[in-house]
């Protein structure tokens, strides 16, 4: 394991994720510490910093920006002044909350997001965590004869499930997406089992939010060995969970993660931002 210098790390699970401390994400960083943070993020996958101010949006936008470009989301781009920031809301009453099935993020895209960095602006006491999972590990316990067979397929990556009037999602959440007439459907394949550009290493790149069919069968025909790829990829032991409190940092990489936001406390106050960072084609 990386031998840093400027930042702690504190691993999470012996899966994946790991807090990092002795470093204050608000102010301008040398070279050196983003390229450890950079580092952290690539040996644990998912990273997080307790007690940061990010509630200056620029102070967030110039965090994200020592990593890469950042992404613009189509679906909650609603004219808003900063369309970089997507503000992630949960009110009391809501019936539904965005993310709250296993994803990656935005993977319909032609080349989905490197990145998210997400900060919490106001949490309740219990409840709202949110779990990740090391899709390298996904892949890689597989059996052979899986692998082989996977290795060479693409899967269909749409957003229909969560975007346009068809998916009717505003009616139940206050978190707000495109829903209106000019919405058109994004679509893109992907490799189902992709290679990180920067560790070299293969994951799976599937999940039940973005993924319709492989490519070249129906959906019928694709429904058993996905289900089944959904199910594996999220099994306990590639996890770890996190309990968010206001002034929390999450940065995961979206190439090898999938994460899932805990819908378990429907009276409360939840409130995040959230920047994603622009990626590269899926090898």
């Not at 978190?175 to 990180?196: F, I, L, Y």
Request: aromatic share 8%; hydrophobic share 35%.
């Amino acid at each position: 394991m990386t031998n840093f210098q400027h930042i702690t790390v504190a691993p999470l699970s012996m899966a994946v994720g790991a807090e990092i401390g002795g470093v204050d994400i608000s102010r301008d960083l040398d070279d050196v510490v983003i390229a450890e943070i950079r580092q952290a993020l690539l040996d644990h996958l998912v990273i997080f910093f307790r007690d940061q101010d990010l509630t200056d949006i620029e102070r967030h936008k110039a965090f994200t920006r020592h990593f890469g470009e950042l992404f613009i989301h189509p679906n909650y781009n609603l004219g808003q002044e900063n369309p970089e920031m997507v503000y992630l809301t949960r009110m009391p009453g809501d019936r539904s909350a965005a993310g709250e099935t296993w994803h990656a993020d935005t993977t319909m895209m032609a080349n989905p997001p490197m990145g998210a960095i997400l900060y919490a602006l106001e949490t309740p006491e219990t409840g709202g965590d949110t779990l990740f999972a090391n899709q390298y590990l996904a892949y890689e316990s597989l059996s052979d004869g899986m692998k082989k067979m996977l290795d060479g397929m693409k899967a269909v990556h749409n957003d229909i499930k969560v975007a346009g009037p068809q998916a009717r999602k505003n009616a139940t959440r206050t978190s707000k997406v495109r829903e209106d007439d000019d919405w058109r459907m994004t679509e893109n394949a992907h490799p189902v089992a992709r290679t990180h550009p920067e560790t070299g290493r293969k994951c799976l790149f599937v999940n039940g939010t973005y993924v319709s069919r492989f490519e070249g069968l129906t959906e019928e025909e694709s429904a058993p060995l996905l289900n089944y790829l959904y199910e594996h990829s999220c099994r306990p032991e590639f996890t770890c969970r996190f309990r968010w409190r206001t002034g929390s940092v999450a940065f995961w990489d979206n190439r090898c993660v999938q994460h899932l936001a805990i819908h378990d406390n429907h009276d409360a106050v939840r409130r995040m931002q959230r920047t994603q960072l622009e990626g590269d084609p899926v090898r």
